[in-house]
């Protein structure tokens, strides 16, 4: 009779944060999954009148098919426009700017769509092609070996596949919980409780990767350089000294932001300021 009043205290004690991880899964996933064509909202067409997202979508499709490309990036363009975001999107998008010679841009759209789709090797793959058209051939600070591993495994899904898959241990660890205070048994009582011990430590490695994957997916500290050519200064002032030169489509991290200026990183650990008109976040 203790043993069952007890689980119903817990079970009860639990229910808010179920809520609350059900709610914050949905809204990931909403804004993460959302397509174009699951949108009503609609644009101004000169000759048609309103053209509903959906659309909207078919006709960069064609286009993108049919080799024209400039149009499809205008009709892609205006579903981003509308707010709308999700990794096939920003992928088709990048393809057409990378198919447009804008490879600035491409490469832009490629981290965008990965940011989403973090496990999709077509979005790594056309990355890797866009970024060795790049001028720039910077030899990045290798991480801590541990460090590396663990980023890899965490994105082989997405922030709502994470939040899934922890939802799923923790019933998965109440579950095997609730075996281990009810079984009569004794096998049934030491299965319950590795079990439980396995099932929670799946629970929070999958709730720490969905975080850092959900902080990387909201992260606006990295950017592209969107210019032809731009000098690194040594200060926020255009006629400060030029420490070194970047090219379209170079990843920088921002550091700080001053009145028109960014203080920017990049991968072998140089520093200097660059305009924020040069470069685009992702």
């Given at each position: 009779?203790?043993?069952?009043?007890?689980v119903?205290?817990?079970?009860?004690?639990?229910?808010?944060?179920?809520?609350?991880?059900?709610?914050?899964?949905?809204?990931?996933?909403?804004?993460?999954?959302?397509?174009?064509?699951?949108?009503?909202?609609?644009?101004?067409?000169?000759?048609?009148?309103?053209v509903?997202?959906?659309?909207?979508?078919?006709?960069?499709?064609?286009?993108?098919?049919?080799?024209?490309?400039?149009?499809?990036?205008?009709?892609?363009?205006?579903?981003v426009?509308?707010g709308?975001?999700?990794?096939?999107?920003?992928?088709?998008?990048?393809?057409?700017?990378?198919?447009?010679?804008?490879?600035?841009?491409?490469i832009?759209?490629?981290?965008?769509?990965?940011?989403?789709?973090?496990?999709?090797?077509?979005?790594?793959?056309?990355l890797?092609?866009?970024?060795?058209?790049?001028?720039?051939?910077?030899?990045?600070?290798?991480?801590?070996?541990?460090?590396?591993?663990?980023?890899?495994?965490?994105?082989?899904?997405?922030?709502?596949?994470?939040?899934?898959?922890?939802?799923?241990?923790?019933?998965?660890?109440?579950?095997?919980?609730?075996?281990?205070?009810?079984?009569?048994r004794?096998?049934?009582?030491?299965?319950?409780?590795?079990?439980?011990?396995?099932?929670?430590?799946?629970?929070?490695?999958?709730t720490?990767?969905?975080?850092?994957?959900?902080?990387?997916?909201?992260?606006?500290?990295?950017?592209?350089?969107?210019?032809?050519?731009?000098?690194?200064?040594?200060?926020?002032?255009?006629?400060?000294?030029?420490?070194?030169?970047?090219?379209?489509?170079t990843?920088?991290?921002?550091?700080?932001?001053?009145?028109?200026?960014?203080?920017?990183?990049?991968?072998?650990?140089k520093?200097g300021?660059?305009?924020?008109?040069?470069?685009?976040?992702?």
């Open positions: 009779m203790k043993r069952l009043l007890f119903m205290i817990l079970l009860g004690s639990l229910a808010p944060a179920f809520a609350q991880s059900d709610s914050t899964q949905r809204a990931e996933a909403a804004a993460e999954v959302l397509l174009p064509a699951d949108t009503a909202a609609a644009a101004t067409d000169t000759m048609s009148g309103p509903p997202a959906e659309a909207l979508w078919d006709r960069a499709n064609t286009a993108y098919i049919n080799g024209d490309y400039h149009a499809a990036m205008e009709f892609y363009e205006e579903l426009a509308r709308l975001g999700s990794a096939k999107l920003y992928y088709n998008l990048g393809n057409a700017y990378f198919k447009d010679g804008l490879t600035g841009r491409a832009l759209y490629y981290h965008k769509a990965l940011r989403l789709a973090p496990g999709n090797d077509d979005i790594r793959y056309n890797s092609v866009a970024e060795a058209r790049a001028k720039d051939r910077i030899e990045a600070i290798p991480d801590f070996f541990l460090t590396e591993w663990i980023r890899a495994v965490r994105r082989t899904m997405s922030c709502t596949a994470w939040s899934v898959l922890s939802l799923a241990a923790l019933v998965l660890t109440l579950g095997l919980f609730l075996i281990y205070l009810l079984a009569q004794l096998s049934l009582r030491k299965g319950g409780f590795y079990g439980t011990i396995l099932a929670g430590v799946l629970f929070v490695l999958t720490c990767f969905a975080a850092g994957e959900r902080r990387e997916m909201l992260d606006d500290s990295h950017a592209v350089v969107m210019a032809a050519s731009t000098a690194v200064k040594s200060s926020p002032d255009k006629s400060s000294t030029d420490l070194f030169v970047l090219h379209e489509g990843l920088v991290s921002i550091t700080n932001r001053l009145e028109g200026w960014c203080e920017i990183t990049i991968a072998d650990g520093k300021w660059l305009e924020a008109k040069t470069i685009e976040t992702i």
